[in-house]
């Protein structure tokens, strides 16, 4: 079975090895049609600790780390330039 693997932002780096990071999707509502944001916060296993808050991030299902982590980094995803690089 593959591996499911999430985008999403850093809410929180500040325990050890570990980063919190919010995956948001956009669900139909199913009685009235809407479009809503649905969000969900997963611990992610950071070892180096190069994640900082506010980065957005792909991670990949693994087998549990931990109580709370079974998910780890695998990847930082540059969706756009930072004012302080484009100079």
């Known amino acids: ?5 999430l985008t999403g932002t ?11 990071v919010k995956v948001e999707r956009k669900v139909k509502h199913a009685l009235y049609g809407k479009i809503i ?3 969900k916060k997963y611990h992610a296993h950071d070892a180096e600790n190069a ?20 998910w780890k980094v695998i990847e930082r995803v ?10």
């Open 1 to 5: 079975m593959p591996k499911r693997v």
């Open 10 to 20: 850093v809410v929180s780096d500040k325990t050890d090895k570990t980063v919190v």
């Open 37 to 39: 944001r649905r969000s």
């Open 51 to 70: 994640f900082k808050e506010g980065e957005t991030v792909r991670i990949e299902e693994t087998a549990p780390i931990s109580k709370l982590k079974s």
């Open 78 to 87: 540059d969706t756009h330039k930072s004012p302080e690089t484009a100079g």
